[in-house]
């Protein structure tokens, strides 16, 4: 069964240092999404791309998140430098779209636990 | 702005025992999607049950069963014959049924089941 991989699964990293995180969508799979969920709350998006097109980072922090899809498959999440806020659980998933432009179900990859010290 | 809320923190349940975690949600929109999330510890978050809101039949899988009340913005989750595996957080999530950024999903902070032998 095809799933959603990301990579790493845990990072431990100091303040000020710069972090990057892979994910690797279900194949055909053209939405892809980033949440980041601090622990006890729900995932909250940061981004979501369709193909390799941003179509919402508006809860982003911009100055020093980016995200990118560069040929709308994989995709890499970064952020420089790492604050101590930032510890919190990234998950990737990714979704259908149809020709109709409504989503599909969206279907989670393990998530990268952030630790920053 | 859409929001979930989730407003049992934490709930208990013996094994073999029916249990009811409670969503409501607020929007102005007609159409859109409503789901139930299983998030098990240390593992990736599953798609337990999914709602229209254009359909008046409430959603069952399995053991699973959805209260779906429109009008008042209620969206609870009935697990049946509860199993040890059931123990996780559950996620109340909420989706536009628009395409676009309207197809991010927006969750509630989570219950955390646990089942007792």
């Known amino acids: 069964e095809a799933e959603v991989a990301q990579s790493p699964r845990y990072k431990i990293t100091e303040k000020s240092q710069a972090v990057a995180f892979w994910c690797d969508p279900i194949?055909?799979?053209?939405?892809l999404y980033w949440y980041r969920q601090i622990l006890g709350q729900g995932p909250e998006l940061l981004v979501q791309?369709?193909?390799?097109?941003?179509?919402?980072d508006s809860q982003l922090p911009k100055d020093r998140f980016s995200a990118e899809r560069l040929k709308g498959v994989d995709s890499t999440l970064k952020i420089q430098p790492a604050e101590l806020g930032d510890s919190a659980m990234y998950l990737c998933a990714s979704s259908r779209t149809g020709t109709s432009g409504r989503v599909g179900e969206q279907f989670f990859g393990p998530g990268t636990r952030l630790t920053v010290l | 702005a859409q929001t979930v809320t989730q407003s049992q923190p934490e709930m208990s349940v013996q094994e073999a025992e029916t249990v009811t975690l409670s969503c409501t949600y607020d929007t102005s929109e007609s159409d859109y999607y409503l789901f139930w999330y299983k998030q098990p510890p240390s593992r990736q978050m599953i798609l337990v049950i999914r709602?229209?809101?254009?359909?008046?039949q409430n959603a069952t899988e399995n053991r699973f069963s959805v209260n779906f009340q429109k009008a008042a913005k209620s969206f609870s989750l009935k697990i049946s014959d509860s199993q040890l595996g059931d123990a996780a957080m559950y996620f109340c999530a909420y989706r536009s049924a628009l395409g676009g950024s309207q197809g991010n999903l927006i969750f509630g902070k989570g219950t955390k089941l646990s089942v007792k032998p």
């Open positions: 791309f369709q193909d390799e097109s941003v179509v919402d």
């Open positions: 709602q229209e809101a254009y359909k008046q």
């Open positions: 194949s055909g799979h053209a939405t």
